[in-house]
């Protein structure tokens, strides 16, 4: 790849170009804001139940802070990539443009992710396998897709449904899904492989970047901005170096904010939450801690507040690192070769510090009780409601329930005559796509334990 040509203000789908105030990637971030599939996020579980008397992040004001975050990353990083002598045709672009392709597809990041956070993903995952015996017309759920379309139905993957989501051309939709430029569509692409990749072949990557539906624009996509494909088949590429900044900002956010949220709810005790955040902020830091001490002093009486400034300063102190990491790695982010998230490289203190934070958060946090209740919840309500959609979607003859069941279903998601596969995909992009509220209401509808009423 090169500085020069590894991004592109095409849009996916859309031959002409507009002549408008603002850039092509201000404009990915607008339509971004103002879609459906964005504003549903305000509904998704982050990971803690929603909603409560205590309002917490869900997806969306997780994504918006994720895009804050990866816009600072891509303003620095831009900044210092447009003082290299290879990028001497290119600097305007990384010096102004850089930071709203990374807030772009940082809003984007989490769009293709269902309800009721990675339990929801299990959930669909586990219906398909659950259900690999059951017979529709006659022969077994599994025996109706490829070996490689199974595999994504059996390991459904978030990343690779918001890459659907963004380019998939849905009935009565317009070509091309959101024509998102080509740049923003590749930074999302933290694994750019199909799902076959992951499971035994020459390239292992735990999870996968696109669906079988998508294979070929993705391969448009990675031709069109140089990306260097590991293998052939199954389909494997090496990342696009504005990935790593992506990934970056998410890595940041989670690794911190979860403790506001985990403080306000009574889970983390102040000291606990304080210190480990405190910790973090002096490996990086050194002896530079009198004006941080300070502060803390004069917030003595809140320790929400307390929480809220070591916020800051831990996600300042960690964009700084990742930037100096991605310069000093340029060459290797470069060619794809740097196969490792950037807080990777943290220096050790950072690193200790940041796995104590890890290790607390997957002990009290992750497997508190109320986390642990709206997993289950999940995985009980997107099992059920594929239950009901698949069977109805792919009978021939579908029974007096499955017909009423199938009126349900939008006109988005009918694909007169396409196979079994885009079938099933349709319905899981129909309920993946509900918000946690939605799926729930259904399901007690499904299930006769509620009835609708008109509003």
């Known amino acids: 790849?090169?500085?020069?040509?590894?991004?592109?203000?095409?849009?996916?789908?859309?031959?002409?170009?507009?002549?408008?105030?603002?850039?092509?990637?201000?404009?990915?971030?607008?339509?971004?804001?103002?879609?459906?599939?964005?504003?549903r996020l305000q509904d998704k579980t982050q990971v803690f139940p929603l909603p409560g008397p205590i309002l917490v992040h869900n997806r969306l004001t997780h994504s918006l802070e994720v895009a804050s975050v990866g816009r600072s990353l891509g303003k620095l990083v831009g900044q210092r990539l447009a003082d290299l002598v290879e990028v001497e045709t290119s600097r305007e672009f990384y010096r102004s443009e850089l930071s709203s392709v990374i807030a772009a597809a940082c809003l984007a990041h989490d769009i293709g992710n269902p309800s009721f956070g990675h339990s929801g993903e299990s959930a669909i995952s586990a219906y398909f396998s659950e259900s690999a015996d059951e017979l529709i017309n006659g022969k077994a759920l599994r025996t109706h897709f490829s070996a490689a379309e199974w595999q994504d139905l059996t390991k459904f993957e978030g990343n690779a449904n918001s890459f659907r989501i963004l380019t998939h051309h849905y009935a009565n939709r317009q070509q091309g899904g959101y024509q998102l430029t080509y740049s923003t569509l590749a930074a999302i692409a933290k694994y750019p492989c199909e799902s076959i990749a992951g499971d035994g072949s020459a390239v292992h990557r735990k999870k996968y970047g696109f669906f079988q539906s998508e294979k070929e624009s993705f391969k448009k996509l990675a031709t069109a901005l140089g990306m260097e494909a590991?293998?052939?088949?199954?389909?494997?590429?090496?990342?696009?170096?504005f990935v790593y900044l992506v990934e970056a900002a998410d890595d940041i956010c989670y690794r911190v904010i979860d403790w506001e949220d985990a403080h306000r709810l009574g889970i983390l005790d102040s000291t606990t939450a304080v210190g480990a955040l405190l910790n973090l902020v002096k490996a990086g830091r050194g002896n530079r801690m009198e004006r941080i001490h300070a502060t803390l002093e004069t917030l003595k009486e809140d320790a929400r507040e307390q929480l809220a400034f070591l916020r800051a300063m831990c996600i300042?102190?960690?964009?700084?690192?990742?930037?100096?990491?991605?310069?000093?790695?340029?060459?290797?982010?470069?060619?794809?070769?740097?196969?490792?998230?950037?807080?990777?490289?943290?220096?050790?203190?950072?690193?200790?510090?940041?796995?104590?934070?890890?290790?607390?958060?997957?002990?009290?946090?992750?497997?508190?009780?109320?986390?642990?209740?709206?997993?289950?919840?999940?995985?009980?309500?997107?099992?059920?409601?594929?239950?009901?959609?698949?069977?109805?979607?792919?009978?021939?003859?579908?029974?007096?329930?499955?017909?009423?069941?199938?009126?349900?279903?939008?006109?988005?998601?009918?694909?007169?005559?396409?196979?079994?596969?885009?079938?099933?995909?349709?319905?899981?992009?129909?309920?993946?796509?509900?918000?946690?509220?939605?799926?729930?209401?259904?399901?007690?509808?499904?299930?006769?334990?509620?009835?609708?009423?008109?509003?």
């Not at 500085?3 to 607008?30: L, V």
């Not at 590991?230 to 170096?241: A, C, G, V």
């Not at 510090?353 to 946090?365: C, H, M, P, Q």
Request: hydrophobic share 35%; aromatic share 10%.
């Open 1 to 39: 790849m090169n500085w020069n040509t590894c991004f592109s203000n095409a849009r996916f789908g859309q031959e002409y170009k507009s002549d408008q105030p603002r850039t092509a990637y201000e404009r990915d971030f607008d339509r971004l804001i103002f879609s459906a599939a964005f504003r």
């Open 230 to 241: 590991e293998q052939e088949n199954p389909l494997s590429f090496r990342r696009h170096p």
């Open 316 to 455: 300042n102190q960690l964009v700084q690192a990742s930037v100096e990491i991605f310069i000093q790695n340029e060459s290797d982010i470069l060619t794809g070769t740097y196969n490792r998230s950037l807080l990777d490289d943290v220096e050790p203190a950072m690193a200790l510090a940041l796995r104590e934070i890890n290790k607390i958060t997957v002990k009290r946090i992750y497997n508190h009780e109320s986390v642990v209740k709206i997993e289950l919840a999940g995985y009980e309500v997107m099992h059920s409601l594929l239950s009901h959609f698949i069977p109805a979607v792919l009978n021939d003859k579908p029974s007096h329930r499955e017909k009423k069941v199938l009126q349900l279903l939008p006109d988005q998601y009918r694909e007169e005559g396409s196979a079994a596969y885009g079938k099933a995909l349709n319905v899981v992009d129909f309920i993946a796509g509900m918000t946690d509220s939605y799926a729930m209401e259904l399901y007690k509808n499904l299930r006769g334990i509620s009835l609708p009423t008109h509003s």
